[in-house]
């Protein structure tokens, strides 16, 4: 059973930094892209960024790109999401998602993603 478990969020005041860990078990990702999502009630989930598990690679969303930063660590087959200069519309669920075997695209939209955590929540206050 492929589980993906977030946890780290919290509430924060402006200009803090945090870290996300999404925690995978049950399947290897070697071969796709691991995405970190962001909801808030009534609106479609956000791309905040995603990384290739093989390689490396990452991409952002343009609403945090140069505060964010995607990483993984095969050995505990876990990805962060390193967030910093929080502003209080960073506020919302994170959930990381993994994309279907071999799928390579950095920049697709939440629901070409088939495997999702249930989230961790993040509060920003001015």
């Known amino acids: 059973q492929v589980m993906l478990i977030e946890s780290g969020g919290r509430s924060v005041q402006a200009g803090d930094s945090l870290r996300l860990t999404c925690a995978t078990s049950?399947?290897?990702?070697?071969?796709?892209?691991l995405g970190w999502f962001r909801q808030v009630p009534g609106n479609e989930h956000e791309f905040v960024g995603a990384v290739a598990w093989s390689g490396g690679d990452t991409a952002y969303g343009d609403s945090v790109k140069g505060r964010a930063t995607i990483s993984r660590d095969s050995a505990k087959k876990s990805v962060y999401l390193q967030m910093s200069s929080l502003k209080p519309e960073d506020t919302g669920n994170y959930h990381c998602a993994a994309a279907p075997t071999n799928y390579e695209s950095l920049h697709g939209s939440w629901n070409e993603y088939n495997y999702w955590g249930q989230g961790t929540q993040v509060t920003v206050s001015a």
């Open positions: 049950g399947a290897t990702f070697s071969e796709s892209v």
